[in-house]
Every structure is written in structure tokens, then in C-alpha cells.
């Protein structure tokens, strides 16, 4: 394929076709409504690579632009991009792949590796971006990136290059493989540089540029959490062979559609994880199990359960959704499970070379994030707070009529506040993130109902492009039956995160109603064979399936089974496992002293050798500090609680010290009192149990302050100022 745009066709800057004038009316039969039981949709979100034949063609798309390349922006999305051409840029491919990128990111990278470091390992991808070039010339590479400025002349060699792809593909009876890294919206649309409507090429246009009878595997990020979102067919509906059932996709597309009634239903008393039999009895006024009013321990395990029930369903109910690096592991293979075996490159050959690219150094400095995100978009809070601001501009791009009415310039106020602001908090990016993704994924609801049940699109629009304004004028007539009135019922309003109170009358909070009015206008141009109330019925039997597989899926994430254990444990609550569950084991090395430590500490110290301990300690205190720095939400609580143990019998230890070597001087002292007959005795009996050094001098481990009656205890400097312990021997606080 050629790298040059020099005579290629202007397929860009078309204009979009203009709203109809008046809503179509085409006489149709009426038919009963018939739910499809086949996969139409097969896309997921994984950490994982496709399975990709090695005679596959190949088109990388990065749509950064050069203002925006920097890492506190969209320069995760290069990272992307030259992670993927590090492994799919073999021997195998070469000639049947093509770069194109809206920046020079091979200058960019060679220039500053470290800022395009890939990953929790900070794989260092840089050198598949060695070869360069401009698209009006023809380098010696056939791997070469392809580079244009200009967004306009992007789109439109990229529209030539997805037309020329699939004509190949179809004459050769090979797959095709697309790989996106920038912007882009749930749908898979594509933005060029910019988040409008000038510079968005969607995903139905993509697909008209492309034949519908050829594979098409198509890569773009993952919006709501790390990984990237996969649809290996593209093209196909339904869907080429799969492994998984609808209910298991779609459960996985809805992501926070039904988050509300789910976190309710983990924190509350219909947790699948407490065992309600064992309960005799139980206040009706109680909203939830436990005391009425939980303590700070108790309130962090419910809130961390709440958080992670929510994370997991808008991260697709992907595996490590907060961890933005390839995952090599086969025993939990997303493609497998979903899709069905590999029969190409194995993962185990993708990790080998994985293995063999440079790691780089870590960040000097611990930069923050937005810590409910983790290390996704970019694993900085300068570029998570970015993305978070692009899925609100997103979002304006989205349903016209919506935005131009009352209620939509009511909601923009909100929305325009956060873009305003230069830096948010956690508690604004998480309430944003939370309306936004909601928005995107009932749009992607009313989709799937429209498709699975055989309803007609209006004005051939999907969802989140229709324009809506005609449907106030084609409203049923007085006595006629509104299905809107039945379909508002079975879509809930967004969740708010943990600690917040709905705001009752906020616009923005409010359930978004174009999806609803989506399904009447299908509904009304569709006549079913039954009345409304009954084929939204059906519609409602269709959801509660797809929520109840959620709610089934969520129950295999071990890290939510284990919250849900802990927060029941911490409210005195009977818990009931799910079948065939089993709490991982997560001891890798051997046991620390913390380990050892029976309910008797004084037993243990007394068997201690006081150097040997403090040596363990302090190794110990090292790891649980690099433990601290990546943990993610939930883990803190345990590993803080683990470092003030460790502090404790570190001071114990001391403490212990101190009482020998007192109890040592005072012994000696004695011994000049006794007989000459004596003198080896009290030699002897001077020196046990002390940690000094030859010479006197104190040891490593001897604290700097004087010893004596009176004297202020040591405490070690991280603990200064947040607690007391006695110096009784015991250990307990205060």
C-alpha cells in the first residue's frame, strides 16, 4: 500500500446528511415483537490481544494531535500505539501494515522515551517508532508511520486506506484488523484531533466504507477504564462464531446502566454474600445490615465494596479494569472465554517479545491521581482529568435536539462548570464520570433493544445521533397508549458515588430521556402484533436478564467477593459464599515476622533475638511502603493496619532493649560488691541480653535518644504525631 496521499480521492469534509423535514411514515403490518436468542454484538473490553492471523492486514490509526501529545494530555494514546506496532509489527505483517499518525510520534518518542513508557512495567516502546516519514514520501520500511498534520487530510486518507483494506481483504479472503488510539466515543466513532462533529467520523461510516461480508477486527480505547474496546467482527451481525451467550455480552456492554440497583443490592440486605438464613431477626427499619451507625472502619469497607461494584460494571466487567497494561496470562483469557480458542499467535510468544523491549526507570516523583480511575488514561491526574473532560465534550457532540432544548442548556450549565474548572477533585471527577458514563451506556441500551428485537431505527439513526426534534409533533393522540410512559420505568437514574446525596433536582443528574424516547419513536413506527404495554413488557423481561447476568458475573471478580467478605465481617453479618468460590491465596514470599506472631506477643518477643527481629522489621516495613505506593482502592486500610503492627513490636523490640541493658548496668554495678570468688559470674551475667556494639557503642538498632528513667520514648518519624503506644511492653495504644 502506498504511503503517499498525493493522488488519493477527498473523501473527507463531506457533509453529514441534513435532519429529515418531517417525520417518515411507511404503512407497515403488524408483527408480534420476537426477541433474537443469537449474538448481534460482540464487543467487550479486555487487557488482552486479539487473535490475530499472521496474514492479516493491518491499519494503525493515532489520532493525537501535536499540541496535545505531551503525557499530561493525550500522550498515553501514543503510547498505545507503539505498544501495539511493538507486537504486531513482526516479520509476519510486515507489508500487509500500515501507520498513520496525526503527529510525528517517532520524533516525539525517540526524543523522550521515558514520556511514552507503556504500562505498570514502563516498557519502553519507543523503538518501533524509529522509522518516519511524511505520507508524500515513499520510505524504504514497508513498517513506516505514516505522518499528516492535518486532521481533514488524515480522515480522508484514512477513509481511502479502510476502503482499499477492505477490497484486499475481500479479493484475498483474509481478516482485517483496525487499531485506533486517540478520542472516540463508545460506538467506536473516531475524532481527528478534535472532539466535534466536523472532525468525528462514526462508526456507521466507517462500516459503509467498509464490506459487510469481511472479518473486520476493530481496536479502540477502553472510555470508562483501562484496556482497550474489541468487536472481532466488526462488520458482522450477528456476530461470527462465539463462545459466550448474549446475556454474557450485553451484560458486559450495558456497563453502569443498572450500577445503581447492583451497589444497592451488594450493600444492602439482599447482598448475595450474606447468608439470610442465619439471621433470626432483623428491624424492618434497617436499610442496611449492621448497626445503624457504622463506624470509620466499617463505613470504609462498605464504601470500598461500593466503589468496586462500580468500577467493575463500567469497566466492562473486564478483569484488572484500573490496570492499563497488557495482559499475557492464558489461564484467563478474555478471547478465549468470550470469542472462543486461539488459533494464531499464541499469548505466551506475545510475552516473550513483550519481555525482551526495555523497561524504564520509574517516575521520580509520584505525580497523583484520580485515584477511582487508577492508572488508567495515562495513570497521571493532569491526563485523566483530560479524558474525564473530553467524554463531557463527547457527550455535546451527541444527541442534537437534546442540547438545543430547555432541559439540555439547563444540564450544559453543570457540564460547562467542570470543563472550567482548571482542577477538579475527586469528588467532581467521579460525579461527571459517573452522569457521562451512564449517558453513553442506556444510548447503547436503546441500540441493543432496537437491534436484538427487530425494530426499525428512526430516520435510520442510531441512538446517540438521532435528532429528535420531530418527536414531540408524532405523539400519540389523546387515548392512544404512549410506550414512552412504559419504557421511562426500566431504565434507572445514574449512580452517586459513595458519601453523596442525589441532588434531587439537578438536571444533569436526572435520567437522560432520549434512549426512552429512542424506543417509543421505534416502537411508533413499528407496530408490534401486541399492544405497547405488552411489548414493553418483554422489553423489561430483556433487561432484568441482562442485570441479573451482571449480577452473576460480578460474583466472579475474587477482589469483589473478598470486599464483600470483609465489609460483612466488619458488621458481624453470617456470610455465604458463592458456589465453587474460593478465596485466593496471595502469600508469594516466605512468612515475615508480622506472620509468626502468635495471639501472644510477649511469648514471641521473649523468643526473639532483638537484632534478627528489628532486622526483619525493617525489611518488612520497606515492602508494605512499596505495597502502600501501589495499592489500589481497598487495600490501604489492610496494609496501613500492617505498618502500625510493624511500627509496634519495632518499638516492643526497643523497648525490650532498653529494660535488658538498664537491668545489665544494675547488675554490674552489684558485681563490684561481691566477692573475688565471684568476679566471672558477674562478667558473664554483664553482657547478656544487651544490644550493644564492641566498645560500648550503641548498635544500628539502639534508638539516639538517652536511655533513663524518665526519658521520652522513641517513636519511629512516620508515626510521630498519629499515635501513642505504652511503653509498658505491651504494645497497645493508648
Known amino acids: 500500500m502506498s504511503g503517499s496521499t498525493r493522488n488519493m480521492p477527498n473523501l473527507g469534509n463531506l457533509p453529514r446528511p441534513l435532519a429529515p423535514t418531517a417525520p417518515e411514515f411507511i404503512p407497515r403490518i403488524p408483527t408480534a415483537v420476537k426477541l433474537s436468542d443469537g449474538v448481534l454484538d460482540a464487543t467487550f473490553v479486555t487487557r488482552t490481544i486479539p487473535d490475530i492471523s499472521p496474514n492479516a492486514s493491518i491499519i494503525g490509526l493515532c489520532t493525537v494531535p501535536h499540541h496535545r501529545a505531551g503525557p499530561h494530555d493525550l500522550g498515553w494514546h501514543i503510547a498505545d500505539f507503539l505498544a501495539f506496532k511493538s507486537l504486531l509489527g513482526s516479520e509476519a505483517h510486515h507489508g500487509s501494515a500500515t501507520w498513520l499518525a496525526q503527529c510525528d510520534v517517532g520524533a516525539l518518542a525517540q526524543a523522550n522515551p521515558e514520556n511514552y513508557a507503556h504500562g505498570k512495567e514502563h516498557r ?39 476502503q482499499e483494506g477492505a477490497r484486499n481483504a475481500k479479493a484475498k479472503g483474509l481478516p482485517l484488523v483496525i487499531i485506533v488510539c486517540g478520542p472516540t466515543t463508545l460506538q467506536q466513532g473516531i475524532f481527528f484531533g478534535q472532539t466535534d462533529a466536523r472532525h468525528h467520523l462514526t462508526s456507521q461510516e466507517i462500516r459503509d466504507l467498509l464490506a459487510d461480508d469481511i472479518d473486520v477486527t476493530f481496536v479502540t480505547p477502553a472510555l470508562f477504564s483501562a484496556g482497550w474496546q474489541v468487536n472481532p467482527y466488526f462488520c458482522r451481525s450477528p456476530a461470527g462464531k462465539v463462545r459466550a451467550d448474549r446475556a454474557e455480552f450485553l ?31 432483623r428491624d424492618p427499619s434497617e436499610i442496611r445490615p449492621g448497626p445503624i451507625k457504622y463506624s470509620k472502619e466499617q463505613q470504609d469497607t462498605i464504601d470500598a465494596l461500593e ?92 444527541w442534537p435536539y437534546y442540547w438545543s432544548g430547555p432541559i439540555g442548556n439547563i444540564a450544559r450549565e453543570s457540564f460547562d462548570k467542570f470543563l472550567k474548572n482548571s482542577s477538579p477533585d475527586d469528588f467532581d ?22 437491534k436484538y428485537f427487530g425494530l426499525t431505527k428512526p430516520d435510520g439513526e442510531p441512538c446517540r445521533d438521532w435528532d429528535q426534534r420531530w418527536t414531540h409533533e408524532s405523539k400519540p393522540k389523546a387515548g392512544q397508549p404512549d410506550p414512552f ?34 424506543l417509543s419513536e421505534s416502537l411508533r413506527r413499528h ?34 467477593v473478598q470486599m464483600g467478605i470483609d465489609w460483612l465481617r466488619a458488621v458481624d453479618m453470617p456470610i455465604c ?40 522489621l525493617e525489611v518488612e516495613q520497606l515492602e508494605l511502603a512499596r505495597q502502600l505506593v501501589n495499592a489500589g482502592p481497598g487495600e490501604y486500610k489492610g496494609i496501613i493496619k500492617k505498618l502500625t503492627v510493624n511500627c509496634g513490636v519495632m518499638d516492643m523490640l526497643h523497648d525490650r532493649d532498653r529494660k535488658k541493658k538498664a537491668e545489665a548496668q544494675e547488675e554490674s554495678s552489684g558485681s563490684e560488691q561481691r566477692t573475688e570468688a565471684e568476679p566471672s559470674d558477674a562478667g558473664t551475667s554483664s553482657t547478656q541480653g544487651t544490644s550493644e556494639a564492641p566498645g560500648g557503642e550503641p548498635s544500628l538498632h539502639t534508638p539516639r535518644a538517652a536511655e533513663g528513667e524518665g526519658q521520652t520514648a522513641y517513636v519511629p518519624p512516620h508515626l510521630r504525631g498519629l499515635k501513642k503506644y505504652r511503653r509498658d511492653g505491651t504494645g497497645r495504644p493508648q
Request: hydrophobic content about 40%; some cysteine; aromatic content about 10%.
Open 307 to 398: 466503589l468496586k461494584v462500580y468500577g467493575a460494571l463500567v469497566g466492562r466487567l473486564s478483569a484488572e479494569h484500573g490496570d492499563h497494561s497488557f495482559d499475557f496470562d492464558d489461564t484467563d483469557d478474555d478471547w478465549e472465554k468470550l470469542v472462543g480458542p486461539r488459533r494464531y499467535k499464541p499469548l505466551s510468544d506475545y510475552e516473550k517479545e513483550w519481555a525482551n523491549l526495555e523497561v524504564g526507570a520509574p517516575a521520580a516523583m509520584d505525580e497523583g491521581r484520580v485515584a477511582f480511575v487508577r492508572d488508567a488514561f495515562g495513570a497521571n491526574r493532569a491526563s485523566q482529568v483530560s479524558h474525564i473532560k473530553h467524554l463531557v465534550r463527547e457527550s455535546y457532540e451527541a
Open 251 to 281: 451484560a458486559r456492554q450495558f456497563g453502569g446502566v443498572f450500577a445503581i440497583e447492583l451497589v444497592r443490592k451488594f450493600v444492602e440486605w439482599e447482598c448475595p454474600l450474606l447468608d439470610r438464613g442465619k439471621i433470626v431477626a
Open 429 to 450: 471527577c467521579q460525579e461527571m464520570f459517573n452522569i457521562v458514563e451512564h449517558r453513553a451506556s442506556i444510548t447503547v441500551l436503546a441500540d441493543m433493544v432496537v
Open 577 to 616: 459464599l458463592p458456589d465453587g468460590f474460593a478465596l485466593p491465596e496471595v502469600q508469594t514470599a516466605p512468612l515475615g515476622l508480622l506472620d509468626l506472631l502468635p495471639n501472644s506477643l510477649e511469648e514471641t518477643l521473649s523468643n526473639t533475638d532483638s537484632e534478627e527481629g528489628l532486622r526483619q
Open 527 to 560: 407496530p408490534p402484533g401486541d399492544d405497547y404495554k405488552a411489548t414493553a413488557d418483554k422489553i423489561s423481561d430483556f433487561l432484568k436478564e441482562i442485570k441479573t447476568a451482571q449480577g452473576e458475573l460480578l460474583l466472579k471478580d475474587p477482589e469483589l
Open 485 to 518: 410512559e412504559f419504557i421511562c420505568n426500566y431504565i434507572p437514574r445514574p449512580n452517586a458515588p459513595p458519601g453523596m446525596n442525589f441532588h434531587n433536582h439537578s438536571i444533569a443528574y436526572a435520567r437522560l430521556e432520549v434512549p426512552a424516547r429512542y
Open 124 to 162: 519502553l516502546v519507543h523503538r518501533s517508532a524509529a522509522v518516519s516519514s511524511l505520507p508524500d514520501q515513499r520510505g524504504e520500511s514497508p513498517d513506516q508511520i505514516y505522518v499528516e498534520y492535518s486532521a481533514a487530510k488524515l480522515m480522508s486518507y484514512f477513509r481511502w486506506m479502510l
